[in-house]
């Protein structure tokens, strides 16, 4: 019981994440639409989610250090976290990205 109260305070009030695509491809919007769907099943309204397109914006991969793409960043809670691919492997992203789901 104590260990999932301390598990209770530590999640975030909100996950911000990043999704970098490159245009309106299909692997791009099944990676959006996947991590929308993700977001809404397992997150509800605790996360937030900027899509950068890297063929209107390439300056912006610097900063996340993207070498592939679709790819999604978990901004905040810190540490950052990468997934590359269309994050359709449900588990694997909420594992990789460390994203809490709510308790059901």
Same mark, same amino acid.
């Given at each position: 019981?104590?260990? *999932?109260?301390?598990? #209770? !305070? @530590?999640? %975030?009030?909100?996950? &911000?994440?990043?999704?970098?695509? +490159?245009?309106? =491809?299909?692997?791009?919007?099944?990676?959006?639409?996947?991590?929308?769907?993700?977001?809404?099943?397992?997150?509800?309204?605790?996360?937030?989610? *900027?899509?950068?397109? #890297? !063929? @209107?914006? %390439?300056?912006?991969? &610097?900063?996340?250090?993207?070498? +592939?793409?679709? =790819?999604?960043?978990?901004?905040?809670?810190?540490?950052?976290?990468?997934?590359?691919?269309?994050?359709?492997?449900?588990?694997?992203?909420?594992?990789?990205?460390?994203?809490?789901?709510?308790?059901?």
């Amino acid at each position: 019981m104590e260990q *999932e109260s301390e598990r #209770l !305070l @530590k999640e %975030p009030d909100v996950y &911000k994440l990043r999704l970098y695509i +490159a245009g309106q =491809t299909p692997k791009s919007r099944l990676a959006f639409n996947n991590l929308k769907r993700i977001c809404e099943v397992y997150l509800a309204s605790k996360c937030q989610v *900027e899509t950068i397109d #890297l !063929l @209107k914006h %390439p300056q912006l991969a &610097k900063e996340d250090q993207i070498l +592939a793409i679709p =790819t999604v960043v978990r901004k905040f809670p810190l540490p950052v976290r990468k997934i590359i691919g269309d994050v359709s492997n449900t588990e694997r992203v909420l594992v990789g990205l460390d994203l809490v789901p709510l308790k059901e």
